[in-house]
């Protein structure tokens, strides 16, 4: 089965910077969009930024764009959220998640487009 295992988050001050690693087993990962998404105490889960099968296209929230970068590495099934600059509004759960369909567009944006999701990462941005 599917099976996508989030780290790297952790407590950091405003202006630092985390890396997020998502390991995915179980799907021809080269094929799939991937995407991450957060979800902070009281909101609803919201797209942070995601990248096609290829490399070749990325997608960023407005939120993010300009301080978070997304990245992956087919050789290791894996896929990577850099953030810097980070903010206390960026505290949050993030996830990783995999294009319902394979070869999906990076501007799908809406949770129901993502099959299968990690158990999460906390995030925490303190000010």
């Known amino acids: 089965q599917v099976q996508l295992v989030e780290s790297g988050g952790g407590l950091v001050q405003a202006g630092g910077s985390l890396r997020l690693s998502c390991a995915a087993s179980?799907?021809?990962?080269?094929?799939?969009?991937m995407a991450w998404f957060r979800q902070a105490p009281g909101k609803e889960r919201e797209f942070v930024a995601a990248i096609s099968w290829s490399t070749d296209n990325e997608y960023y929230a407005d939120s993010v764009k300009g301080r978070f970068t997304i990245s992956r590495d087919n050789s290791k099934n894996t896929v990577y959220l850099q953030m810097n600059s980070l903010k206390p509004e960026d505290t949050a759960v993030y996830y990783c998640?995999?294009?319902?369909?394979?070869?999906?567009?990076?501007?799908?944006?809406?949770?129901?487009?993502?099959?299968?999701w990690g158990q999460g990462t906390q995030v925490t941005v303190s000010s």
């Open positions: 998640a995999t294009s319902k369909l394979q070869y999906q567009s990076v501007r799908n944006t809406y949770s129901r487009d993502y099959e299968y």
């Open positions: 179980g799907l021809t990962f080269s094929t799939y969009t």
